[in-house]
Nanobody, 128 residues
Framework: QLQLVESGGGLVQPGGSLRLSCAAS????????IGWFRQAPGKEREGVSC????????NHADSVKGRFTISRDNAKNTVYLQMNSLKPEDTSIYYC?????????????????????WGQGTQVTVSS
């Protein structure tokens, strides 16, 4: 079983940057696709970005393409979400999640129901 802990959230002005981290503990981190999701008050949880177990494939929601970058360091059991040019509408709780991929399938998905393990979330607030 994998345990995930997010960090790096905070308050930032519009146009600013943050880097979120998702640290995992548990066996075979390199067998899991990792996704980032966010949920604002009164809204459904939405997929932001995902990265395949090897790191060869990534996927981003249209709303963050060109601004957010996902990466991973399997030696450190950590996935990162670099967020640039932040907007007030990016304000949300951000969660990372893990989806086991035993057969190294191509790509990854940003569908919450596909993911088995979730962190507790980190708050990101974009405001002047």
């Amino acid at each position: 079983q994998l345990q995930l802990v997010e960090s790096g959230g905070g308050l930032v002005q519009p146009g600013g940057s943050l880097r979120l981290s998702c640290a995992a503990s548990g066996p075979r981190f390199d067998y899991y696709d990792i996704g980032w999701f966010r949920q604002a008050p009164g809204k459904e949880r939405e997929g932001v970005s995902c990265i395949s177990r090897s790191g060869d494939s990534t996927n981003h929601a249209d709303s963050v393409k060109g601004r957010f970058t996902i990466s991973r360091d399997n030696a450190k059991n950590t996935v990162y979400l670099q967020m640039n040019s932040l907007k007030p509408e990016d304000t949300s709780i951000y969660y990372c999640a893990a989806d086991i991929d035993l057969f190294s399938r191509p790509g990854c998905v940003t569908v919450p129901n596909a993911y088995d393990y979730w962190g507790q979330g980190t708050q990101v607030t974009v405001s002047s």
